[in-house]
């Protein structure tokens, strides 16, 4: 019998290797092992098993790594479809579905030394008193570890040794599991009665869970392996997009659907952003399962557990033990099989795409994933992205509604305070309005607290001279660095360098010593409302302020308590927390995002503002939103303030049709980067006539003129009339650690055919030493 091995180093090639006597039986697809390469060793995961292969002289693999295959055949072929559709080498995308801890060589579990009591017959012997008061002890529990016994008792290990001796106990090494909380303690809930949209909702995911979809078993089984890649967005009924505004019971819905799964004998994945996986949310989920007849284990998967957890909750997993896993974006390719049930809580967030490759969107591969295994998808946010709303609207997905909150509260008063009037009273800009002042002062007096919201951390976020006009920027960076106060040191945000501030102007030929900051962050309103409400209990949270692991729990403990009184954040706060005594949000300046080069610039405004709001209001008292703005009739803002997400979506989705962005098309991103811009740039221009030649019939868009067609060229090899080619252009973060980056965006409806085009075109191209060519397909980070 013959393997075929994708390689760890990547190559984009399989190789073949004979499976040697010793190993028979035991090779499945799937499995990892190690063979030779050349005069190395490497690592790779077997994809197929054949007969036969066409080269001779095979040499055999080596070992193999565990004893159950990692990678699930189903796990397998999603990796290939993210390959192919991520324009990506395919040993990259089966790098990314293991977890680093799970494919390492050796052994990843934690073994210690445990005692057992064994069976014994006749009587038990006569035994000292200090050694019968511990053969009680173990006696009672059968089995302990070893260091907990010593702890407990305040022996040595001598002493259990003489009862080991007397045939009594036995130690042993064995597993011993991590749980990351072993520590928390969950009292078991049971599911709520529903309202009528709650119910309904349900209801069609429940079908959808039951039916043996026979459409989705007919275009899967005849699939070849080798078929190529379909777009995620073909037609299929079992995609739910969720639409229940904060608070309206999205989470209870998700608990009983996969209880429904369960039920059905099959396990669910919950993928939840990084930001929003709390203690609080996980516990939501244990408590549900954690006894009673579907009880089972569920499993998390997130960056702030010990290696040694993650390899615990994993096999978990992997062995069929916790049927249900929540985690951020990797956790799609947790091995839970036969998989009944995906839910992507907070589907709009971006921080479901990865930022390197493989430069998947989880949402993405989610859907995927679920018409792989026949598994529904419910998609649920608050503030849906404008794709899966369309999906909708054209029928790919189904659409569930929670138009209200489950306990009737009203939606928080939105006012929107206009700052450049308040400027214009004030000589220059407050960082409070009167208005929000005002606001605060009542919540103080009212012992009622407040979250006040700036997406930008540090004290000012310039250093800028009045006379010439000079800014303090990176050194590696196209941006401005920001100042912070604290710690007296100018810090740029995308690279991490820091410097000394300067006394003086920087520029020589000005050397003005009244170099002025400006710009307001997260620590300079901190500070400004010590000096206006010198009496208020302030926190702040952002990166800055949250650098160990319990930090956040603590911060947000206290403020539950009652501890603190206003609390000053970045994103960090803007997202599922639910205090009931919160009845003001004040968001300080709401178009920082809107002005950003980005065409999602206001949905996701929209998005923030509306997430931000729900923080208002969650208790018994109606809240309260202040929106500081200078641009306060802007169409996002005004949508936000009447929570009206169908007004925002129409008007934003003709702005998209009239310029052909998403949800009219998929876009590929193509950024080169290099420390020589000349070089990057003639690349760049390089790369676009290549395009155009392998896209004749292509649309072009320089930065400057409209679109116009491309010259029709002979020996077309183009399926996609309908790409439109925009750039090359500098990128909007035209230098970002000493790379200097050009970019070129192709828009087009049929991204898996341009995918396999731009597959060939990578691997021909010949580009400069020092310039590297990055595919990004379906970006979200435009910059
Ligand atoms: P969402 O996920 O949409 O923000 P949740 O599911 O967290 O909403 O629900 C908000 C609150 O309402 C939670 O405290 C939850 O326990 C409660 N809740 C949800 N559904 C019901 C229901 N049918 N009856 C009573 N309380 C409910
Ligand atoms: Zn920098």
């Given at each position: 019998?013959i393997?075929?091995?994708?390689?760890?180093?990547?190559?984009?090639k399989?190789?073949?290797y004979?499976?040697?006597?010793?190993l028979?039986?035991?090779?499945?697809?799937?499995?990892?092992?190690?063979?030779?390469?050349g005069?190395?060793?490497?690592?790779?995961c077997?994809?197929?098993?054949?007969?036969?292969s066409a080269h001779?002289?095979?040499?055999?693999?080596?070992?193999?790594?565990?004893?159950?295959?990692?990678?699930?055949?189903?796990?397998?072929?999603?990796?290939r479809?993210?390959a192919?559709?991520?324009?990506?080498?395919?040993?990259?995308?089966?790098?990314?579905?293991?977890p680093?801890?799970v494919?390492?060589?050796?052994?990843?579990?934690?073994?210690?030394?445990?005692?057992?009591?064994?069976?014994?017959?006749g009587?038990l012997?006569?035994?000292?008193?200090?050694?019968?008061?511990i053969w009680?002890?173990?006696?009672?529990?059968?089995?302990?570890p070893?260091?907990?016994?010593?702890?407990l008792?305040?022996?040595?290990?001598?002493?259990?040794?003489r009862?080991?001796?007397k045939?009594l106990?036995?130690?042993?090494?064995?597993?011993?599991?991590?749980?990351?909380?072993a520590?928390?303690?969950?009292l078991?809930?049971?599911p709520l009665?529903?309202?009528?949209?709650?119910?309904?909702s349900?209801?069609?995911i429940?079908?959808?869970?039951?039916?043996?979809?026979?459409?989705?078993?007919?275009?899967n089984?005849n699939?070849?392996?080798?078929?190529?890649p379909?777009?995620?967005?073909?037609?299929?009924?079992?995609?739910?997009?969720l639409?229940?505004?904060?608070?309206?019971?999205?989470?209870?819905?998700y608990?009983q659907?996969?209880?429904?799964?369960?039920e059905?004998?099959?396990?669910?994945i919950?993928?939840?952003?990084?930001?929003?996986l709390?203690?609080?949310?996980?516990?939501r989920?244990?408590?549900?399962?954690?006894?009673?007849k579907?009880q089972?284990?569920?499993?998390?998967?997130?960056?702030h557990?010990?290696?040694?957890?993650?390899h615990?909750?994993?096999?978990?997993?992997?062995?069929g033990?916790?049927?249900?896993v929540i985690g951020?974006?990797?956790?799609i390719?947790?091995?839970?099989?036969?998989?009944g049930?995906?839910?992507?809580?907070?589907?709009h967030?971006?921080t479901?795409?990865?930022e390197e490759?493989?430069?998947?969107?989880?949402?993405?591969?989610?859907?995927?994933r679920?018409?792989?295994e026949?598994?529904?998808?419910?998609?649920?946010?608050?503030?849906?992205?404008?794709?899966?709303y369309?999906?909708?609207?054209?029928?790919?997905?189904t659409?569930?509604e929670?138009?209200?909150?489950?306990?009737e509260?009203?939606?928080?008063q939105?006012?929107?305070?206009?700052m450049?009037q308040?400027?214009?009273?004030?000589?220059?800009?407050?960082?409070?309005?009167?208005?929000?002042?005002?606001?605060?002062t009542?919540?103080?007096?009212?012992g009622?607290q407040?979250i006040?919201?700036?997406?930008?951390?540090g004290?000012?976020t310039?250093?800028?001279?009045p006379?010439?006009?000079?800014?303090?920027?990176?050194p590696?960076c196209?941006?401005?660095?920001?100042?912070?106060?604290?710690e007296?040191?100018l810090?740029?945000?995308?690279?991490?360098?820091?410097?000394?501030?300067?006394?003086?102007?920087?520029?020589?030929?000005?050397?003005n010593?009244?170099?002025?900051?400006?710009?307001?962050g997260?620590?300079?309103?901190?500070?400004?409302?010590?000096?206006l409400?010198?009496?208020a209990?302030v926190?702040?949270?952002d990166?800055?302020?949250?650098?160990?692991?319990d930090?956040y729990?603590?911060?947000?403990?206290?403020?539950?308590a009652?501890?603190?009184?206003?609390?000053?954040?970045?994103?960090?706060?803007?997202k599922?927390?639910?205090?009931?005594?919160?009845t003001?949000?004040?968001?300080?300046?709401a178009?920082?995002?809107?002005h950003?080069?980005?065409?999602?610039?206001?949905?996701?405004?929209?998005?923030?503002?509306?997430?931000v709001?729900?923080r208002?209001?969650?208790g018994?008292?109606?809240g309260?939103?202040?929106?500081?703005?200078?641009?306060?009739?802007?169409p996002a803002?005004?949508?936000?303030r009447?929570?009206?997400f169908?007004g925002?979506?129409?008007q934003?989705?003709?702005?998209?049709?009239?310029l052909?962005?998403?949800?009219?098309?998929?876009?590929?991103?193509l950024?080169?980067?290099?420390?020589?811009e000349?070089k990057?740039?003639?690349?760049?221009?390089?790369?676009?006539?290549?395009?155009?030649?392998t896209?004749?019939?292509?649309?072009?868009?320089?930065p400057?003129?409209k679109?116009?067609?491309?010259k029709?060229?002979?020996?077309?090899?183009?399926?996609s009339?309908d790409?439109?080619?925009s750039?090359?252009?500098?990128?909007?973060l035209?230098?970002?650690?000493?790379?200097?980056?050009?970019q070129i965006?192709?828009?087009?409806?049929?991204?898996?055919?341009?995918?396999?085009?731009?597959?060939?075109?990578?691997?021909?191209i010949?580009?400069?030493e020092?310039?590297?060519?990055a595919?990004?397909?379906?970006?979200v980070?435009?910059?």
């Amino acid at each position: 019998m013959i393997a075929r091995v994708s390689l760890e180093i990547a190559l984009r090639k399989e190789f073949d290797y004979l499976i040697p006597p010793g190993l028979a039986g035991q090779v499945d697809v799937g499995s990892r092992v190690q063979v030779p390469f050349g005069a190395r060793k490497v690592m790779g995961c077997v994809t197929a098993l054949a007969e036969e292969s066409a080269h001779a002289k095979l040499k055999p693999i080596i070992k193999i790594i565990g004893t159950q295959t990692l990678v699930t055949p189903k796990v397998l072929k999603l990796a290939r479809w993210i390959a192919d559709y991520y324009c990506c080498a395919p040993e990259i995308a089966l790098k990314s579905v293991l977890p680093e801890v799970v494919r390492k060589e050796q052994s990843g579990w934690r073994e210690r030394l445990f005692v057992r009591a064994l069976p014994f017959a006749g009587e038990l012997p006569r035994l000292p008193k200090r050694q019968l008061e511990i053969w009680n002890i173990i006696e009672e529990r059968r089995e302990m570890p070893l260091q907990e016994l010593l702890e407990l008792t305040e022996t040595t290990a001598s002493t259990i040794r003489r009862l080991e001796d007397k045939g009594l106990v036995e130690i042993s090494r064995q597993i011993s599991e991590r749980d990351p909380y072993a520590r928390e303690h969950i009292l078991p809930t049971q599911p709520l009665p529903l309202n009528a949209a709650q119910a309904q909702s349900l209801e069609k995911i429940k079908d959808a869970i039951t039916k043996k979809n026979d459409e989705f078993q007919m275009t899967n089984g005849n699939e070849r392996p080798s078929a190529p890649p379909s777009s995620p967005f073909v037609i299929r009924h079992s995609t739910f997009l969720l639409h229940g505004v904060t608070g309206s019971g999205k989470t209870e819905v998700y608990l009983q659907a996969i209880a429904h799964a369960l039920e059905e004998g099959k396990g669910a994945i919950v993928l939840v952003p990084e930001i929003s996986l709390t203690p609080q949310t996980v516990e939501r989920f244990k408590a549900r399962f954690s006894s009673g007849k579907l009880q089972t284990l569920v499993a998390v998967l997130h960056s702030h557990l010990s290696a040694g957890e993650r390899h615990d909750e994993w096999h978990k997993i992997r062995q069929g033990r916790a049927r249900i896993v929540i985690g951020a974006r990797s956790a799609i390719f947790a091995p839970v099989d036969p998989l009944g049930l995906i839910i992507v809580d907070e589907e709009h967030e971006h921080t479901y795409k990865q930022e390197e490759a493989p430069r998947y969107h989880a949402r993405d591969v989610a859907i995927m994933r679920g018409q792989m295994e026949s598994a529904p998808v419910v998609l649920g946010s608050a503030t849906p992205s404008l794709e899966s709303y369309y999906n909708c609207t054209i029928g790919k997905y189904t659409l569930l509604e929670l138009p209200e909150r489950v306990d009737e509260q009203k939606m928080p008063q939105v006012r929107v305070v206009d700052m450049r009037q308040a400027a214009r009273q004030e000589k220059g800009t407050p960082i409070f309005s009167p208005r929000l002042k005002e606001a605060i002062t009542q919540r103080l007096e009212t012992g009622q607290q407040t979250i006040l919201f700036l997406n930008r951390r540090g004290y000012s976020t310039s250093l800028q001279c009045p006379k010439c006009g000079y800014v303090c920027g990176c050194p590696n960076c196209s941006i401005s660095l920001t100042y912070h106060r604290m710690e007296q040191k100018l810090a740029c945000h995308i690279c991490g360098h820091s410097e000394q501030v300067p006394a003086i102007c920087p520029n020589e030929s000005c050397k003005n010593p009244a170099i002025r900051f400006a710009g307001t962050g997260t620590q300079k309103v901190e500070d400004t409302l010590a000096r206006l409400f010198p009496n208020a209990r302030v926190k702040r949270m952002d990166a800055d302020t949250m650098k160990r692991k319990d930090d956040y729990r603590k911060i947000l403990g206290d403020f539950r308590a009652g501890k603190i009184d206003i609390l000053v954040g970045t994103q960090m706060i803007a997202k599922g927390l639910h205090f009931p005594n919160v009845t003001l949000v004040g968001i300080i300046f709401a178009d920082l995002a809107l002005h950003q080069p980005d065409f999602r610039a206001g949905e996701r405004t929209f998005q923030l503002l509306t997430q931000v709001a729900g923080r208002a209001g969650r208790g018994d008292i109606e809240g309260e939103v202040v929106v500081q703005a200078f641009t306060p009739f802007h169409p996002a803002i005004q949508f936000a303030r009447r929570h009206d997400f169908n007004g925002f979506y129409e008007q934003e989705m003709e702005f998209r049709g009239q310029l052909k962005y998403p949800p009219f098309s998929r876009v590929a991103l193509l950024t080169l980067k290099g420390r020589n811009e000349e070089k990057v740039k003639f690349s760049a221009e390089h790369l676009k006539r290549e395009l155009e030649k392998t896209f004749p019939e292509s649309k072009v868009q320089s930065p400057k003129s409209k679109v116009h067609s491309a010259k029709a060229g002979l020996g077309s090899r183009s399926r996609s009339s309908d790409l439109i080619i925009s750039g090359p252009a500098p990128a909007p973060l035209l230098r970002a650690e000493t790379f200097y980056r050009h970019q070129i965006m192709l828009r087009t409806q049929r991204m898996s055919a341009l995918s396999r085009e731009l597959a060939k075109i990578l691997q021909e191209i010949v580009l400069p030493e020092d310039v590297s060519l990055a595919v990004d397909i379906d970006p979200v980070d435009l910059t």
